[in-house]
């Protein structure tokens, strides 16, 4: 069972929504799309669903082309952010709801929705209304009316994105296992590069209607092809610098300079840029062979055990990630130190060159 996307894009009204995407996607597996609002996630989801229609391209399941057929036709479910459950329906009503209207025999009915709230942990729950479950358990509810129908595609379009912070962790700890246990395929639609991780699985990189990468998602995290991938898969966004090579040396401004190891003593002499995730950037010194930067802080924010600080280097704008929380003067110099170890190379026209040696290694 797989879904196949052979030259797929999206245009209207002459903007490119979705551009040129080949993509397969495998029976059994946790596939999340990443990327920020309006990078094309929902609109790469409503094409697989067959809610709209492809400018160019076609879509096959399981090697039938699929591509005018009605959403109604296919095998598939999704689930919104906003999730929908009917209010004067119990919960068992609402998971049984999709069935019954495909004219599933009764005794079938109860034996698949009793399943799926087992499954869902909505077992003791299955009397109640809607509203009086909490905000986690009305979720469950909406994700078994999803599951109920045996879909073979699952599309989930940020659906904890309204849940507290509570509800968030413990369902996107559930929903791997949950979903590992359907056998169907399911997308993930998420802005958070956090949860892309936490959930595991495939990762497709979005930006600007590009799919940039899609591979096992430790591989996209720690391997980026291009500094757009890295940028998308950081929070915050990836930090850059302008570097050059020079015989053994990397020269990296402010005087700061490495010896170019390993792949990086392969590169030719030249210009390239560097980098590195926020939480890589210290304002102690950790490490012996750690580079010192000068800075002038902008802004600092507090998250209660760490403290993003919003930095200016050389007319560019750094956010380092620091563990603890420290009292800083606003718009004072701060130096902070870098490991070169935990620097990425990538080519000016963006490329990977070379992933930083601890990811590397990894």
Known sequence: MTLELKGVSKIVEGQTHIATTDLTLEKATMNVLLGPTLSGKTSLMRLMAGLDQPSTGRIFWDSKDVTGMRVQDRKVAMVYQQFINYPSMSVYENIASPIKLMGVDKAEIDRRVRETAELMKLTPMLDRKPLELSGGQQQRCALARALVKNAGLVLLDEPLANLDYKLREELRVEIPKIFAASGSIFVYATTEPEEALLLGGNTATLWEGQITQFGPTPEVYRKPVDATTARVFSDPPMNFLQISKTGDRLMFGDGQSAVATGKLAELADGRYTAGFRPNHLEIVQHS???????????????????????????????????????????????????????????????????????????
Do not use: C
């Open 288 to 362: 012996e062979n750690a580079m010192k930067f000068t800075t002038q802080l902008h802004v600092t924010e507090l998250t209660g055990s760490e403290t993003f600080v919003h930095l200016d280097h050389d007319r560019a704008r750094w956010v380092g990630l620091i563990h603890g929380v420290h009292d800083l003067e606003i718009g004072a110099a701060l130096d902070v130190w870098l490991d070169p170890r935990h620097v990425y190379v990538f080519s000016e026209d963006g490329g990977l060159v070379a992933p930083a040696a601890y990811a590397a290694a990894a």
